[in-house]
């Protein structure tokens, strides 16, 4: 355990956000802006922890073209107004050249337009609405887009489940629940598939057996639940208590339920990033730097996409060979990349060409059921 | 058994009593009265122990009780009839009585007490069960000076006891609180109504504005032509 | 001193205020994301006054701010969406669609006070309280305006000159206002509202027109807001947004427009001064908040107002007693 | 015609009924008393004049004309006014501002002419007029001095005081003061009776009054009414109601 | 038919955790008048207290609730003591923003101590599963706290009625100095009272997190304010109406989602509130008691 805090000494020491302990003068500037405080905090310390590995491993084979990086971190609260205030902040007083995050889809919606104006290149890791690229040439994502990944889920479970009757539980005041939701009824009923149940919910509810024993009564052979895992590891303990017989899918933001709930959750299907069992190198070497740094605690999907955003931000201002902004954006566009989160090209709008990772939770374990582009 | 000492009180920059002392003694009924804002009030809050005074202190049985809190007070045999009755209004008769019985350490048995008080007031037996605040402003003001004896006090503090008061309760008030102290409690009486508190009292002092203009035997001051002039209309 | 004097005092003071501002954010001494701030101080403090004349002048606990700030921002945005590309003037856009978000919310405010206003103290709190989650959940639940999903594409209209513009022109109605027959009436209600209706205040009336026109103003700071982040997140507008505000208005001073101000300031810089100390920055604010309150019971500045004109009286009288000294 | 006159008014609360079959008729520059013993009902009676309860049984005419169902703030404007036995300033709010919001109803300037009161318009004139009114109203109670100081810091005395200057400020016709005496020593009241004559001379209105201060009831009233459990007992001059066995009995005592 | 009781179950499951945290706040509201927002995060505290209870120190689940019921008296009388105390004599609503502050500090202290990661409770053996009566499943949770709530709600009602301290708390409730002039200690008897709220947010708190098995700092805030929702609903400072608040809650809530819309049914929640305080402004087993003027 010495050793893993020796190396989290060094990953702290070589991008301190308030750059106290190394002033360099010369250092490339990239802003980060994650929610820190707030009901969301973990996703924005996940991908806070995984950029920091990023710029760390960089600055320790030497920074880009010599120079070192310094990554500037704000809490934004996962607030728009806020989001906008630090995004002036690191334009204004730290004079970032680029910016990851933010990390939450309506406060990456909220900086788009500053970002575009300021010709600032943005790459959100995490940003899943549709809209956060539309219409801009300096803003990217590293993740795959709601109406994407909802498709996705309902051809799966059209074509390699044979489902033909699914209900939806979604999280009626959730962008991206509602989202998934939206297009996974789209996409099912397109296939044939009957939707018997279209049900919402509130943010922060707990009990769901009275909506699941009226789902309970038309009898869905699946359940598509778009949540983040907590609330889906809750719902899925109150399926099997009302005695709901049906298969459970998700999207990504299932990853990580297998830790907890993994008896409730056995038998589900959820849509990810990236599998922790990939046997690829850049996935077992992110996954050994990660738990080196950080206590030996496995990443999860957040991390992974802040590690792949911070490294096709840094990539592409290695590629560019200066810190203009509109050379950076050339070369995030032209990005060709192996990530963590497979490999990754971007389109006209700046979202990531890559395919997604079908997987099934077995006996507490995810496995790769299939990869579908 | 009571004595204050040079007493200096403020709600915040507002001076209310500026050097105040008087005693009372065992048995006596000693009555302080002035005119509206005169400070009576904040005597008796600060007797209590629910004000403190800025300087000055006040002695009760010889012991300095000015830093000592209100309850404590209590239990060493000071009891108040407040100002305006303050009877708990959503609680009985009866347990606003047991209220007035909180202080006391010997556990239970206040059956003595309940006669004792009864006799007093045969109105509050009739009512016990009915909520204090349900009751007339005549039968609040009887079930305060109940409320208050049941501690059984040494030295009991009334404030303007018969405020309010239809002229018929005003003279059975008078005459109850003679009995009390002729069962042997030492009484300090404020009263707007100075006539019939000054006939009542042994001693007396005049309160204007925070400080003691005038003091004395209560007869003289019934007869004292500034006095009357002031207070006795 | 003539009242008309005291008024131009007054304006005076408002009018170096500005261009001293100006100045610094044209020479670079203030920059961008300053103005930034300034802008979300000045959103704050039209909300918190807002509220303030709720709750601190005409007594009622409200704790659904945000539900009328939501209505103010979605019209607001509804509006200058629909006349994106008529080629109106900005201002001319700015000041309509503020006054559509103001009248909406005041609309709102109007139906949901004629019910609510008959309750008193925490009972009213509580129902302001649920009409504010009925509200949001409403919003989730119409798919016509977008559900859950932000609003997106709202063109950005306010700058430091339109919100402090906007500032004086909201503090200077509500402070009229106030200092009339109709406020005089208002704070009756405060103050003893069966005393009220025993001199002639229709009380009714006025906690109604009270409650509408503190709407009415939450309303344009609701709309002020989508123009300043040109989207909305209608995740925004929960009960903790409501405490937020509500938090301006205790710490200012209950009644008192000018403690607003200096509290939304206060807080403003506060909030983005912690950053520092990241994770803690909340629970620091909490702590410092309990502990502003434990020392200030009654706000900053209590019920009263900090005065310019009073100021400079004060400032005379000083200088005078002293030369009397000499 | 009478100013005030109420035909079997009666109020029940929940089973108990705390006034009944009261009957009362007052004149122009009447000074009527209103006595009884605690809990009899007299308060209960000017709620039930001011609007704020509703009656059970009964009417209760104005000029003529019933009163019943309006609110309190409508017979404000039929010329009835009233002060609190438990007093009801609008106490962190100045002396001055307390009366001036008493003259709500004689102003008339709107919400439009509140925010853009241009020169000359009628804001200012009622608001310079008001204020001058005010000022004279607090003169007569010798509180000019006070004007600015909040209502609350004010001694007990004066806040009764300011209670009824307060009430004055209405306009009214008929004066209702609850226990104006309340808490004041003998030469305070005296002087209370030298202000309430005067103002029915000066306001020309017509009072009446609930006291427990005999000296004071007898002193100034032409007329008392004695009730006892919500009813009237008796009705007569001072001498006659100081001299009715029944009324010794119930509330005056040897 | 056999889906209507079956809804009705769950919403009394739910009602009854209601319930529980209801008795808490309307317990401190009828006693300090203050709405301690800071409830809510006390309920969240004792989850913690009591999962780290069964976690770390191993403890069975009876002694992990006594645990987490006593930290959370001592934590209650703590913030009274800094928080509330210092405001006794100040406007009410500065005491309310006191609570709110509170409330964020713990919220957001628990999440940089503790994590936001959403902790399991551990299952408790014996109160797995569910037992069907005529075809209808009825979780064991469920009757643990259903017994649970209605046992404290006779305890409390009995300590407020009928016990010396119970008195005294209403007699300070009702005018603290009147109390001080009785010799009534006010500061013990406030802080019993909070320490007695306290411990029933704390009890609601394992509890809750039994019957849902998640514990994150930010738990508390709406079983906190539907609690409190609950407690104005049955008429605030009523210990039987908070109970009756709560179970009513529960139920409706559960029917509203079952049989009308689950998307609205926070929404219903609340309208249904606003119509009962419109007939019964002081909720249903208040009793209207307009000023004397
Ligand atoms: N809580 C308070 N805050 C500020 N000032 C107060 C307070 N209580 C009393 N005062 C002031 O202190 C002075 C004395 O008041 P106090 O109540 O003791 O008079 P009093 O002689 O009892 O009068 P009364 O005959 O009206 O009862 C008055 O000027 C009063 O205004
Ligand atoms: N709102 C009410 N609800 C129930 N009972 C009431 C109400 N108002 C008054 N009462 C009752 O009506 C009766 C008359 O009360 P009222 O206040 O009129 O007495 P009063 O004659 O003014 O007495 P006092 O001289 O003590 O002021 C009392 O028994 C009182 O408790
Ligand atoms: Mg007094
Ligand atoms: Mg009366």
Redesign the pocket.
Known sequence: SKEEVKDKEVVEDTDNPEGETTPDAGAIKVGLIVPKTGQVAQYGIAVENAAKLAVAEVNAAGGINGQQVELISYDNKADAAESISVFNRLVDNDKIVALIGPVISSTSLAVGPLAEEAGIPMISPTATNLNVTVGYDYVFRACYIDPYQGGTVAKFATENLGAKKAAILYNSGDDYSTGLAEAFKATFEQAGGTITNYEGYTVDDKDFKAVLTKIKGNGPEALFVPDYYNTVGLIAGQVKEVGLDVTMLGGDGWDDVQKEYAEVMEGGFFANHYAADDPDPIVQDFITAYKGAYNGETPNALAALGYDAAKIMLAAIQTAGSTDGDAIRAAIKATDLDAVAGHITFDENGDPLKAISMIKIVAGELKLEAKVQ | MLKVNDIQVY??A?H?IKGISFEVNQGEIVTLI?A???????ILHTVSGLIKPKTGNVQLFDKEISNIEAHKIVEMGMAQVP?GRRVFAKMSVQENLEMGAFSRKDKGNFDADYDMVFEKFPRLKERRKQLAGTMSGGEQQMLAMARALMSRPKILLMD?PSMGLAPILVDEIFNIIQEINKAGTTILLVE?NAHKALTIASRAYVLETGTVVLSGPANELLDNDEVKRAYLG | MKKWQELLISLTGITILYILISMLLKFGVLNNYNRGIMVLIGINIIAAASLNFATGILGQLALGHAGFMAIGAYSAAIFSKAVGDAGMPDVVVLIIALCIAGTMAAIFGIAIGIPALRLRGDYLGIVTLGFGEIIRISIYNIKAIGGARPVLGIPNLIGFTEIFFLVVIVLMALFLMIRSRHGRAILSIRENEIAAEAVGIPTTFYKIFGFATSAFFAGIAGGALAFNQRMIDPRKFTFMFSVEIFIIVVLGGMGSLTGTVVAAVVLGILNEWLHFIDQYRLVIYALLLVVMMIVRPSGLFGTREFSLVGLIKKVIRFTKSNKNVE | MALLETNNLGITFGGLRAVGNFDISIGEHELVGLIGPNGAGKTTIFNLLTGVYLPTEGDILVDGKSVVGLKPYQIVTRGLSRTFQNIRLFKDLTVIDNVKIAFHQQMKYGIFNTLFRFPGTRFWKEEAEIDIKARELLKIFNMEESADKLSK?L??GQQRKLEIARALATNPKLVLLDEPAA?MNPQETKELMDTIRFIREKFDVSILLIEHDMSLVMGICERIVVIDYGMIIAKGTPEEIKNNPKVIGAYLGA | MKDFLQQIIYGINAGSIYALIALGYTMVYGIVKLINFAHGDILMMGAYFGLLAITVLGLPFPLAIVIAMLVCAAFGMIINKVAYKPLRNAPRISALITALGISMFLENYFVVQFGLEVRKMPEIAWLKGEVFIGGLSIPKVTFLIVGLSIACMIALQFIVRKTKVGKAMRAVSEDMQAAKLMGINVDKTISITFALGSALGGLGGVLYSVAYYQVEPYMGILPGLKAFVAAVLGGIGIIPGAMFGGFVMGIIENLTKGFISSSWSNAILFGILILVLLFKPSGIFGKNTREKV
């Open positions: 709600y915040g507002i209310a002035g509206n804002g005169a400070g009576k009030t904040t100002e303007e707007q | 810091n001694p007990y808490g």
